[in-house]
T-cell receptor, first 111, second 111 residues
């Protein structure tokens, strides 16, 4: 079974902290990996896409890395803000289209 | 359109009734996906279209679920003889290689 695991399941931090969200997957035959943000009652917003030939991507305060050999990806959020509070989901694709999602990390950044 | 549009945003139906959920993808996107998300879980793959054809329908849970995309643009997810266990958010997404864009979802409640 192609599983995607996210740790921690929930996280509460004070504003300004740097934090790391973890994603691990069982199948190393990965095509690409995406990190998404989901606000309560909303759809998913893509944050970062890492192609299979890449090791990391950066966008503003976000940095995502991919280590296919260990089956892990991390999302680093610098200088967290209350507006970062949401659920963060990682998803891997083993082919060109089919994404398998983790259950997410629920982040709360306290002002 | 500017994004993936889904209708209805909310649907309450009685057990045993038939339901249709509509998805209007981003203009020009040939790939279209349907996912289902239950509370506290990550999205679960249902079906993938490339153009008009269903390239992978392996995620459809049973024969009560069916989806079409007759002209390669708008897609309809059809659920027959709905059951209470079908209650979930049904998410549609589209892509043109790489980043996948999600709609806000259709919240289905079967009572």
């Amino acid at each position: 079974k192609q599983e995607v695991t996210q740790i921690p399941a929930a996280l509460s931090v004070p504003e300004g902290e740097n934090l790391v969200l973890n994603c691990s997957f069982t199948d190393s035959a990965i095509y690409n990996l995406q990190w998404f943000r989901q606000d309560p009652g909303k759809g998913l917003t893509s944050l970062l896409l890492i192609q299979s030939s890449q090791r990391e991507q950066t966008s503003g305060r976000l940095n995502a890395s991919l280590d296919k050999s260990s089956g892990r990806s991390t999302l680093y959020i610098a200088a967290s803000q209350p507006g970062d509070s949401a659920t963060y989901l990682c998803a891997r694709a083993s082919g060109t289209y089919k994404y398998i999602f983790g259950t997410g990390t629920r982040l709360k950044v306290l002002a | 359109g500017a994004g993936v549009s889904q209708t209805p945003s909310n649907k309450v139906t009685e057990k045993g009734k038939y339901v249709e959920l509509r998805c209007d993808p981003i203009s020009g996107h040939t790939a279209l996906y349907w996912y289902r998300q239950s509370l506290g879980q990550g999205p679960e793959f249902l079906i993938y279209f490339q153009g008009t054809g269903a390239a992978d329908d392996s995620g459809l849970p049973n024969d009560r679920f069916f989806a079409v995309r007759p002209e390669g643009s708008v897609s309809t997810l059809k659920i027959q003889r709905t059951e209470r266990g079908d209650s979930a958010v049904y998410l549609c997404a589209s892509s043109s290689g790489g980043t996948i864009y999600f709609g806000e979802g259709s919240w289905l409640t079967v009572v």
